[in-house]
């Protein structure tokens, strides 16, 4: 049974830094894209970064902020997240697509089929 543990959210202000880590269980993902998407309260949950094959990619409201690493030997991805803002408050979400896609098609969610529980990141003014 595949599972996604999120951990690493929290409450910060305005400029600082959070780590998320997400750690995959259940079967090996060195090769299958593992993404990031979150969902504020009240609106949908959008693409904001994603690990694959041929490269990562990130959504353009937090690409210089926001880094992506791999560790495919605990099948964990991190997603650092630097110069937060208010508007980046939502509960973040692992995923992991069983295919493989490029360039935007990773940004589409149906494209992933496994999720985490999700992580609370607020991000005070």
């Known amino acids: 049974q595949v599972q996604l543990v999120e951990s690493g959210g929290g409450l910060v202000q305005t400029g600082n830094s959070l780590t998320l880590s997400c750690e995959a269980s259940?079967?090996?993902?060195?090769?299958?894209?593992m993404g990031w998407f979150r969902q504020a309260p009240g609106k949908e949950r959008v693409f904001v970064a994603t690990?694959?094959?041929?490269?990562?990619y990130y959504a353009d409201s937090v690409k210089g902020r926001f880094t992506l690493s791999r560790e495919n030997s605990r099948n964990t991805v991190h997603l650092q997240m630097n110069s937060l803002m208010p508007e980046d408050t939502a509960v973040y979400y692992c995923?992991?697509?069983?295919?493989?896609?490029?360039?935007?098609?990773?940004?589409?969610?149906?494209?992933?089929?496994?999720w985490g529980q999700g992580t609370q990141v607020t991000v005070s003014s």
């Open positions: 259940g079967r090996t993902f060195s090769r299958n894209t």
């Open positions: 690990s694959t094959w041929n490269g990562d």
């Open positions: 995923a992991v697509a069983v295919g493989a896609c490029s360039g935007v098609a990773c940004r589409d969610r149906r494209l992933y089929s496994y």
